[in-house]
DNA sequence: AGGTCCATGTAGCCAGTCTGCAAGGACAGT
DNA sequence: ACTGTCCTTGCAGACTGGCTACATGGACCT
């Protein structure tokens, strides 16, 4: 029964399987395959059941994990309250973001954290799809993560802080034929070429409900993942895109029109495992990004 | 940061000192000292700080200690949580008990317990003065206290079970003047030879509650803890005693005679502490002494 | 000043755990 | 139906980490 044991079972669950725990831990498969059979036999209940060539927690499995986070809690509080004691929190805070988030965010933090003594931030561009995002806690401190309006909460386990809501506007050209427009609705928009994010990526449903409004399916012309490389092409003129009003990169020409009628709008969030969300420094962190989205909340009108 | 070593800080909290943490923990001193400078090298603060030739903990030290419990409080939850898909707890659970009460008690205990696969019961009979039962819950699972009426309640940090509660009587020969009496006054003892417990031990101060109602201070013939053994002096006619009325061994000829006007009693409680109440065969066995403390209770008519 | 007790270093041993490799199943495609 | 691939698991070997035994250095007491 020890912690890093825990820690093993909670990541076989949360990745699904002995190999890809054992790529988040950095260690081998049967490293963690030991852990596990020392666990379930410490235990005396069989913690694990071959599902096909798979591997899936047994109902005793899932309460252990479980009941393990409350410990890596309660650890992490050990952790925090001597820290307490001492005059600051320090270490290092592995922070992922979102394309468009990163490149808004990631400067600035790194200059507000600059400053402190013995504390390293680790950035990393992490953009993967909706459901995945939850994931990628256990090998960052703090995911910055977007989540369009109207979607499913985020699962229970992941603590989550709201950091800035942003609307989608309708990005054009400067040479089409609504470029002169402040506003647009959906139904004006219904022979549109879309360019837009790959399945199940977080702004897709959104282009969805916009053309459900406008009563056809939305004919998708390219799928581009990046808002850059999609700005570049809406400014070439290739199709017309749903972009973030704060974070699409300045364009030369490229014009945003506020689409009306529809509530069309994403919502940045910082994921957090709640045992990393103990500690002092990454609390801290979190504190700079609250405070950064406060300003660009701001700055921005308070949006839409 | 490991759970072994938490428990050894809190050892060391607990036992005052590195070599008494070691004998607590079967270990050697020197690795109680090797384990302390790892903690402390990892938290970057000291935690333990020299005095005299002792040694003490240091607000930090305090602070993670404390957060410490909480952490074996969730460990033990766990391991709790994975036994629950078990169909019975199991296990060896380490039960103290004062000399009395050890006597009423670890027969039946040990009765009912028989019956159940994987459990083993190791009991001890260990009666210390007041200050140091919860201490001993360092080293026992359970720990049968007593503590006399209007005594402070036990320290923070150790989880109490209420038990019974049992009044204490005037124990005098068969040939003592007030033998044929069946109650008596605190005011009819100013002149008695009483043999009582030593100095700190658990009833001492409801003698001399007892005294001070009568006006002068109590004669203190003799000191014996074990009540076997003042039962016998009183029987010789050595002197009289409080005695409580239930754990009072059955010896021919000695009266208990109940003490009116002033409360005399003692409370019975199992000490534990918190991580090791958690454990769901521990809880099991706390379960088993309450109902024969029911059962003593009601046997007793619920005592005076 | 000597004796005793306590905490703390140091050398060496031992155990637990990880890596690397091999084997056994299970699914998918030919 | 068979082969290939992927995943988990078992086994031998290396290694890191922790413990014991012993020695050292203070602090209290007589």
Chains 1, 2 share one sequence.
Do not use: K, Y
């Amino acid at each position: 029964m020890d912690l890093r044991t825990l820690e093993t079972l909670r990541a076989v669950r949360s990745q699904g399987g002995v190999t890809a725990a054992a790529a988040v831990l950095h260690l081998t498969p049967s490293a963690v395959s030991q852990q596990l059979a020392g666990l379930t036999a410490e235990m005396g209940v069989p913690l694990t059941e071959r599902v096909g060539r798979g591997l899936r927690l047994t109902p005793a499995g899932t309460a252990l994990a479980d009941a393990a986070v409350d410990v890596a809690v309660a650890v992490e509080r050990a952790r925090a309250a001597c820290q307490g004691h001492r005059d600051s929190p320090v270490g290092t805070v592995r922070v992922s973001a979102f394309q468009s988030a990163a490149q808004l965010v990631f400067p600035r933090l790194l200059d507000a954290v600059a400053g402190w003594d013995g504390v390293t931030l680790e950035c990393a561009d992490e953009d993967v799809a909706l459901a995945d995002f939850p994931d990628l806690t256990d090998r960052f401190d703090v995911v910055v993560a977007h989540r369009p309006d109207g979607a499913a909460d985020w699962p229970p386990g992941v603590r989550v802080v709201p950091l800035f809501r942003e609307p989608l506007d309708v990005a054009v050209s400067p040479g089409h034929r609504l470029a002169g427009r402040a506003e647009i609705s959906p139904e004006e928009l219904a022979d549109e070429a879309w360019i837009t994010v790959r399945e199940g990526f977080p702004v897709a449903p959104v282009l969805a409900a916009v053309a459900a409004r406008s009563g056809a399916a939305p004919r998708i012309a390219h799928r581009i993942n990046d808002f850059t490389v999609a700005t570049a092409m809406v400014a070439a003129g290739h199709g017309i895109s749903l972009l973030p009003r704060h974070t699409t990169p300045a364009f030369p020409g490229v014009r945003l029109l506020r689409l009306t009628g529809v509530p069309a709008g994403r919502r940045v969030e910082a994921l957090l495992r709640p045992d990393r969300a103990e500690r002092r420094v990454v609390a801290r962190v979190v504190g700079v990004l609250t405070e950064l989205a406060a300003e660009i909340d701001h700055r921005a009108g308070r949006g839409v």
